[in-house]
């Protein structure tokens, strides 16, 4: 339950424009304890659904919105806002759970499994507050998290829980004099020989999907930017990335989860592009570590991003 003290930090805006009072606190912990003690061994209102469609797009954060009693379905917002809590005078249920987002599925409750508690942000109007601006009052309350995985599944055993999902599309004959074929999201490719390369830098695996076009499940990619000292200092394979331009990286693959720890030392895009492109590792080049001093041919802007 809340204080005065404690709720301030969840609403700053609030507090500096209308100011938390009593009564605010007062409906919040009254709140939180009908949502807390109206949950159940079954699906309830208000609810978090760990939820995974049949393409393999994954959402932690769902929330159940609605229930169809004579289907047996349950309506969720997939990628949902804060929701609002409503309860008329503050009676033994709450009103509703309203949110907007997206979008919206209806997952069959038979499928859903239990996977703890955890807790989640919602929203209440503040009794006092007459302005429409800024006028709810955030709050944490406990609820009951299920998982969902929808039958049928286009990849079966992978989804963006443990992977980053990748489109690419093929085109025989660009338009406008472009050199590039292949095209991803932020990405693009100029042949066959190059989307090899970048397939195999992030072990992707690859289901064809209609002529001319694939999904791709690959590796999740984070960069750090070290000092060159402790750089020089990582016992990890060598590699190189477009970085303003080509630059040495070192590389480390976990491969539980499913990530690159890509470390730089430098933004400089120093290596000759006429000899080094991305993913030399792959291309099977043997690399040389750079050496104490580095001296820049040219930079070259990476529009790919």
């Not at 978090?48 to 954060?61: A, D, F, V």
């Not at 987002?101 to 859903?112: T, Y």
């Not at 394979?237 to 070192?250: A, E, F, M």
């Amino acid at each position: 339950m809340y204080t005065l003290e404690s709720l301030k930090p969840l609403n700053p805006i609030f507090d500096r424009e209308h100011g938390l009072e009593a009564d605010d606190v007062e409906t919040v912990n009254c709140l939180i304890k009908l949502i807390e003690g109206t949950r159940s061994e079954n699906p309830c209102l208000g609810d978090i659904i760990e939820h995974t469609n049949e393409y393999g797009e994954y959402s932690q954060n769902a929330h159940i919105e609605e229930f169809d009693d004579v289907k047996g379905q349950i309506l969720i917002n997939v990628h949902p806002y804060v929701p609002f809590v409503y309860s008329e005078d503050n009676e033994q249920e709450v009103g509703f759970f309203k949110t907007s987002g997206g979008p919206e599925a209806f997952v069959d409750a038979a499928l859903l499994t239990y996977i703890g508690k955890r807790e989640k942000m919602f929203a209440a109007f503040s009794n006092h507050c007459i302005l429409p601006a800024h006028s709810s009052v955030y709050f944490k309350a406990t609820v009951n998290v299920w998982e969902y995985v929808a039958p049928d599944q286009k990849h079966p055993g992978y989804s963006t829980k443990d992977w980053e999902k990748q489109y690419i599309s093929y085109r025989r004959n660009p338009v406008d004099g472009c050199i590039y074929h292949y095209y991803g999201q932020n990405i693009a490719f100029k042949d066959t020989a190059e989307l090899q390369r970048w397939k195999e830098t992030y072990k992707a695996v690859e289901f064809p999907s209609e002529p001319d076009h694939s999904v791709l499940f690959l590796y999740r990619e984070t960069d750090k930017l070290v000092s060159r000292k402790e750089w020089d200092a990582l016992n990890l394979p060598l590699d190189t990335r477009l970085v303003n331009g080509v630059i040495h990286v070192k590389v480390d693959y976990d491969d539980d989860a499913h990530v690159i720890t890509v470390y730089r030392f430098t933004n400089s895009g120093y290596l000759n592009p006429k000899r080094f492109c991305e993913y030399e590792k792959a291309k099977g080049t043997t690399l040389v570590p750079p050496g104490p001093e580095i001296k820049e041919e040219k930079t070259y802007i990476n529009w790919k991003g």
